[in-house]
């Protein structure tokens, strides 16, 4: 009878957690769908921090918890949450109430477009340790032995590092786009085998702009998911995620942390993607799938330390990316005319292979007139390598680091550092040539960025 009245009140006792974290998340629920329909700016201020959370907390900010871990009630409840038969905080690994309020909120941000329309939130996200965990985080889910996949080859030295290297050692064949902007040699690339399709828009250090609707179209015409970069253009200028594509993934350390004091990544997806695998619940939700199964046992998390500081420098978004993207359209018509300047990639130039395009895909959240087209550009110096070299370590205004997106300016040399790895003839295929500068403008005075170039440029005879 003992026992008996033991199991009775040991159910009791799980019945009660699960009806009041239902309860809770239900009400998260409702909180995060009529946030959803404020404006961009509200969002990235307040996110997914109800004045319910503050008065909990007593602070008006999220703040960092730092625990490792989330306590139980008992051993039931902790072996309902592992294995996920109710909802609830269990390890930072896995889960963590600084981590959610930032992915809650970006998911927010990236699916903007679509969630502003409907009763229902279609979009969520997952935070990493960082933009290249966050890329393997992403694809590694539809790939197989004897696989392939088709990328653009216009992106970071990293992610081509990830995926001509490390993701071939693991059986999957990266076939590699030389034009990007050609979509049948995206189209000859795909085959029965193929299990989706990669794009970084804008790319880094190239500035190459992709027709995202038209390479969803042609993704989902084969059973297969776009998986698109958007880290320089974050989502104030553009978000794929409402053009078409499947997934979006984010280095946060860049233009998303604008202070360079966290690192992080992140992975957004819509709901019900397309693509070959059989999980229902991977295609229904496929950040939430990936949180429960992959990237538990990857560990992959972010620090809570670095999701608080992204939810703060968040706050000022639209504003740091609208000024800094305004200076460098500014710093772009200077370089254009300068006659030590051999060429100069930025979208935001009518001489820009793709400036319609961008034209019509950076678009300015919820302001008019619309466009804006980064803070990131690069650009050819005329005469040799040691020419460029110094060039670079000529220039007073910034900084001369790997970084980019950063509330300071920022240059490096692409083809000696960021690319280096990927070696000279993907280099060259990529566009990317040995007296190329990428150059990311900062928040500093525009014309103080201007007379620093110049006076850069003066060294080369």
């Keep these: 009878m003992v026992e008996r009245l033991k199991t009775l009140l040991e159910r009791d006792h799980i019945d ?64 309902a949450v592992l294995a996920y038969k109710i909802p609830g905080y269990v390890y930072t690994r896995i889960v963590n ?35 290249m965990a966050a890329i393997f985080t992403a694809v590694t889910p539809f790939l197989h032995p004897g696989c ?29 786009v030389e034009n990007p902007g050609d979509l049948s040699e995206w189209k000859n690339s795909i085959d029965d085998g193929t299990r989706f399709m990669y794009v970084e828009t804008p790319s880094n250090p190239g500035l190459f702009i992709a027709d995202i609707p038209a390479l969803a179209d042609l993704a989902h ?12 253009a974050t989502p104030v200028l553009m978000r794929p995620l409402s053009l078409g594509a499947d997934i979006v993934v984010h280095s946060l350390s860049k233009a998303m942390t604008g202070s360079a004091r ?16 059989k999980n229902a619940e991977l295609r229904a939700d496929f950040a939430t799938w990936v949180r429960k199964w992959p990237y538990r046992d990857i560990g992959a998390c972010m620090s809570p330390a670095n999701a608080e500081r992204t939810l703060d420098e968040i706050r000022t978004l639209r504003h740091r990316i609208k000024t800094m993207s305004h200076s460098a359209l500014r710093v772009a018509e200077f370089l254009r005319s300068h006659p030590k300047i051999l060429r100069v990639n930025y979208p935001g130039l009518p001489s820009h292979p793709q400036h319609d395009l961008a ?59 960021t690319h280096l790895q990927q070696g000279e003839e993907a280099r060259r295929k990529a566009g990317i040539g040995e007296t190329q500068v990428r150059y990311s403008v900062g928040l500093e005075a525009t014309s103080d960025i201007i007379r620093d170039i110049d006076q850069a440029l003066a060294t080369v005879s």
């Design 16 to 79: 009660r957690i699960l009806e009041a974290d239902i309860e809770a998340q239900e009400k998260q629920r409702e909180f995060v769908c009529r946030r959803m329909k404020d404006r961009f700016d509200t969002i990235c201020v307040l996110g997914a921090y109800s004045q319910d959370d503050a008065y909990a907390f007593k602070s008006i900010v999220p703040c960092a918890s730092m625990s490792v871990a989330s306590p139980f009630q008992s051993a039931e409840e902790a072996a």
């Design 97 to 131: 109430p600084t981590n959610y309020l930032l992915e809650l909120t970006l998911a927010m941000l990236d699916g903007y477009d679509l969630n502003r329309y409907s009763d229902e939130i279609q979009t969520s996200a997952l935070t990493t340790s960082s933009g």
């Design 148 to 176: 392939n996949f088709v990328s653009s080859n216009k992106v970071y030295g990293g992610t081509y590092m990830q995926f001509d290297v490390e993701l071939r050692q693991l059986g999957a064949e990266c076939r590699w």
């Design 221 to 232: 015409s084969n059973g297969i998911p776009l998986i698109v970069d958007s880290t320089i």
């Design 262 to 277: 966290a690192i992080g990544g992140a992975l957004v997806s819509r709901k019900n993607i397309v693509t070959k695998e």
């Design 359 to 417: 034209r019509r895909e950076m678009v300015m959240v919820d302001e008019e007139p619309a466009n804006a087209f980064s803070y990131l550009m690069s650009f050819d110096v005329k005469g040799s390598v040691a020419d460029a070299n110094r060039v670079v370590e000529s220039m007073r205004i910034g900084y001369h680091t790997t970084h980019l997106g950063s509330s300071c300016t920022i240059r490096i040399q692409p083809s000696c550092t």
